[in-house]
């Protein structure tokens, strides 16, 4: 099956810099790769998603990289605010037939004002 | 309103006790799914259902069963308890005919086995 590893574990960044999260995957057949953002209390909500057939995506301040001949992808968030501090998931999965998710470990990101 | 409740929120159960968590949904998905959130191994996948007459195993099933009872409720129980158990559980719904695979996910509920 799927195995994805996310890195780092923890993150701090000062207010103001970009922050970087990294996962790599090991199925090949996985051709959709979203992150997920959850606030403390609250269960993880979808902030931006990534499909095989395109390398960027942009969404604001957020972007997401993938590389599938290295079997990676990355997490780009610039001009952090302090609202980013959260656990940020990526995850793992295929948009044919069993569409399950495979998720990385989280990253705990802390902004410092 | 929450698309996607949880209920308890919060429960402390003891070892060996029979104990259900529930699940309901008002985003009239077909897809829904029970999460295990752990400190450092992230969220792990106990059962999935994507219609009313279909049920599946994820990564941890064991010591753990489900039932969904309509297309908006899905319930994961735990036959007898264990402190190991001891968890955060989220269930999660999608959409299935949607080109996008995005879970939506209840607000959690943590469970305490002593």
């Known amino acids: 099956g799927e195995n994805v590893e996310q890195h780092p574990s923890t993150l701090s960044v000062q207010e103001g810099d970009s922050a970087v999260i990294k996962c790599t995957y090991s199925d090949s057949a996985s051709n959709y790769f979203p992150w997920y953002k959850q606030e403390l209390g609250k269960g993880p909500q979808l902030i931006i998603d990534?499909?095989?057939?395109?390398g960027e995506k942009k969404d604001q301040r957020i972007a997401v990289t993938l590389n599938k001949t290295a079997k990676h992808f990355s997490l780009h968030i610039t001009e952090t605010q302090p609202e980013d501090s959260a656990v940020y998931f990526c995850?793992?999965?295929?948009?044919?037939?069993?569409?399950?998710?495979?998720f990385g470990t989280g990253t705990r990101l802390t902004i410092i004002p | 309103d929450a698309d996607v409740t949880q209920t308890p929120r919060n429960r402390i159960t003891k070892t060996g006790k029979r104990i259900m968590l529930e699940c309901s949904q008002t985003?009239?998905?077909?897809?829904m799914y029970w999460y295990r959130q752990d400190p450092g191994l992230g969220l792990q996948l106990i059962y999935y259902s994507f219609d009313v007459k279909d049920i599946n195993k994820g990564e941890i099933s064991d010591g753990y069963s489900v039932s969904r009872q309509a297309q908006a409720k899905f319930s994961l129980s735990l036959e007898s308890a264990i402190p190991n158990q001891t968890a955060l559980y989220f269930c999660?719904?999608?959409?299935?005919?949607?080109?996008?695979?995005?879970?939506?996910f209840g607000p959690g509920t943590r469970l305490t086995v002593l």
């Open positions: 990534i499909r095989s057939n395109v």
């Open positions: 999660a719904t999608s959409n299935g005919a949607s080109r996008d695979n995005e879970q939506f």
């Open positions: 985003k009239g998905h077909d897809r």
């Open positions: 995850a793992a999965g295929s948009n044919f037939g069993n569409e399950k998710l495979t």
